[in-house]
Each structure stands twice: as C-alpha cells, then as structure tokens.
C-alpha cells in the first residue's frame, strides 16, 4: 500500500493544474457559448464562428425567470455572466491570473448555488474543489503565470 500511495504522491501538480484548468475552463466557457449568438469556439468539436457576436434571444427572458437574481437586474445579470463565463475562464486556459480568475468563478459558483440551482451541491461542490485547488496551489509551470514569476524573480537577483 506505501507502494502504492508513494507512486501517487509522484503525480506533478503542474498535471493536476493542467487538467483542472481546462475541466474548469470548459464547464464555464460551454455555459458562456449558450448565451450568445454570433461567436462559436469549441477547441475540441474544430468551431470556429467569428460573425456579429450579441446575446442570444433567449439570455435575457432567462435571466428573468429561471436565473433571476435579487438585486441585479436581468439584463445586468446575463451581460455580466456572459462576459464572465468567456473572460475568466480564457484567462484560467492560458493560466494567466489563475488564482484571480478561480476567485471569479468561485463567487459566480457560490452565486449560482444559492440564488439560482440551491439542488445542484453536488456539481458546485466539484466545481468549487477545482477552483479552490487552483487558487491554494495555482496553474502549475505550463502557464503564463509561471513565466512571469520566474521572470520576476530573474529580475529581483539581478
């Protein structure tokens, strides 16, 4: 068994972070691609459509019912969750404002699982251990936020 448990143990972080960046990344992204129209990227499927990019008709109604939110009005609401779901998880991909963008779309998280899916624990709860893994131990060394730390540091010695 220490056998075992030693050979895990010899998994690299930076594997771990990778993989969790893009799990991450997709499970935002895919949801942000839902609400507009116009712009279509999907990495895996080969999608690419760059054309006039707007909310799709059905964001807004759905922001009215189903998401609504206390507080902030519906047409807020889906701009700033589109934008978010695109924007944050881009950034987490190239790993570049990692633990920054993991907060992001760990208050997005905890967002959706209180005011809008408070049935969906077991999913938010996936979703926030990943996010939360990232934040404690960052992108790991295939990311930008690597290259600038270890280009800071060059720069500190010098």
């Known amino acids: 068994m220490n056998r075992l448990n030693d050979l ?3 998994i690299p972080h930076s594997l771990i972070a ?3 960046r893009f799990s991450i990344a997709a499970v935002f992204w895919k949801s942000g691609q839902t609400k507009v129209e116009g712009f279509a990227v999907d990495l895996v ?5 760059f054309d006039n990019p707007h909310l799709a008709d059905s964001t807004i109604p759905l922001f009215s019912s189903e998401y609504a939110l206390p507080l902030i009005p519906p047409e807020t609401a889906a701009y ?3 934008f978010n779901e695109h ?3 881009v ?4 790993g570049l404002a990692t633990r920054f963008s993991a907060l992001a779309l760990l208050g997005m ?5 209180l005011f809008v899916y408070p049935d969906a624990y077991p999913t938010h709860g996936t979703w926030a251990a990943v996010l939360l893994y990232l934040m404690a131990r960052g992108p790991g060394v295939l990311s930008i936020d690597h290259l600038l730390a270890r280009r800071h540091r060059g720069a500190r010695t010098l």
């Open 8 to 10: 895990f143990e010899k």
């Open 18 to 20: 990778f993989i969790a």
């Open 45 to 49: 499927s080969g999608t690419f459509v």
């Open 80 to 82: 700033l969750a589109t």
């Open 87 to 89: 924007f944050f998880p």
């Open 91 to 94: 950034l987490i991909l190239l």
């Open 109 to 113: 998280t905890l967002t959706i699982q």
